[in-house]
């Protein structure tokens, strides 16, 4: 009787349009007050009994939350998943939104993940557990007669993050051609404030692809959403202390690249890692104030960092090789062509990226702030 009080209060909770009791005089509180009694009496006339069925109770509900089973009726928890997730945006939706509270919303152009498992790790890493991860496939051609493949492409998707115990969601979109596509995905992703603030993808390898890597990256920052773009052609594996390398050349890419190498650590892989911030200066006498300004940047920022100037007057790439070919991972700004310079801009990034570990360039929208 008890469980049955438990189960009715259970699916008024959950607003299951398929509880319609014939009982008009139903209520929740008469409900949730019969289970109570029940357990109260249960105790009252012979607790260690009561211990007893409690404990064959909840050892039969946790035996059966690890099977699947195909039943005729639905899962009562179901529905009070999505009353609390319907509540919980809807609240979520009508609070102001603060750079203290920035998280990653994050979609990342995978295609089909299992060619590009780099990439998709390292952005479960940056997410941390505490953003959404959307892996995004798109398929070109005619909608009607791609629809069996796009099923195909969400089970795929879907196959791997159960493989892989990932903490994501899949989307397949099925569109004429990828230039048209992409805008409206970026528009159309997510629900209520649950919309992508960073876009995350691959590095594009070949030169005959520049200007429309270039393309793609202006449209992600027309929309107002932070780009993390992934080079390296294998999943690092991290030593017993890895050591990060994060190029500080300007408040605005820099703030995004200090949290999310912050959010890296928290993940266990990463949990050790020695995290540098270098930044160039051009003679002896700027080492000392460009020091004290990267100190008092790590402690306003409350992150565990050192901090490293470095003298130089050689070309960026340069320096940067010489500091950071040793290092397990490198964060440094993502330069967006203007119209007309991508195959320059991408031949010069690329003619140094593939002699660096793997390398996360990033470009801000300027949302996320250290100083919150």
């Known amino acids: 009787y008890g469980m049955v009080n438990v189960a009715a209060f259970v699916e008024k909770s959950a607003g299951n349009p398929s509880f319609r009791p014939r ?3 139903f209520h929740w509180a008469t409900a949730l007050a019969g289970a109570l009694g029940c357990v109260a009496a249960a105790f009252l006339i012979h607790w260690p009994s009561a211990l007893v069925a409690a404990s064959i109770m909840a050892g039969t509900y946790l035996w059966l939350t690890k099977r699947t089973f195909t039943l005729a009726y639905g899962d009562a928890r179901r529905g009070l ?15 102001p939104m603060h750079a203290k509270n920035w ?6 152009l995978s295609g089909n993940p299992h060619r590009r498992l780099q990439l998709v790790t390292f952005a479960t890493w940056l997410e941390g557990g505490r953003g959404v991860v959307t892996l995004v496939e798109i398929i070109l051609g005619d909608v009607e007669s791609r629809l069996k493949l796009r099923r195909a492409g969400l089970k795929r998707i879907e196959g791997f993050i159960a493989e892989h115990d990932l903490e994501a969601y899949p989307e397949v979109v099925v569109a004429d051609d990828f230039d048209s596509a992409l805008p409206v995905l970026l528009q159309a992703q997510g629900i209520g404030p649950l919309k992508p603030n960073l876009v995350m993808l691959g590095w594009s390898y070949g030169m005959e692809r520049a200007e429309s890597f270039a393309h793609i990256l202006r449209t992600v920052d027309r929309l107002g959403m932070s780009i993390v773009v992934y080079e390296g052609r294998e999943l690092p594996e991290p030593s017993a202390r890895p050591r990060i390398d994060l190029w500080w050349r300007g408040q605005r890419n820099g703030a995004l690249m200090i949290i999310l190498a912050h959010m890296l650590k928290g993940n266990p892989t990463w949990s050790s890692a020695r995290l540098r911030i270098l930044r160039i200066v051009g003679d002896e006498a700027g080492r000392a104030p460009a020091t004290e300004a990267l100190n008092e940047l790590i402690d306003a920022a409350r992150v565990d960092a050192e901090a490293v100037a470095v003298v130089s007057r050689e070309p960026f790439p340069a320096v940067l090789l010489q500091y950071s070919r040793a290092a397990d991972l490198v964060l440094m700004g993502l330069k967006i062509p203007e119209e007309g310079e991508a195959l320059d801009v991408h031949r010069a990034t690329d003619g140094f990226l593939h002699e660096l570990p793997p390398t996360l360039l990033v470009h801000s929208s300027g949302e996320a702030d250290l100083s919150a």
């Open 81 to 95: 998943r999505f009353t609390q997730v319907r509540d919980g945006l809807y609240q979520l939706s009508r609070m």
């Open 103 to 108: 998280r990653p919303t994050m979609l990342v």
């Open 23 to 25: 009982f008009k005089y």
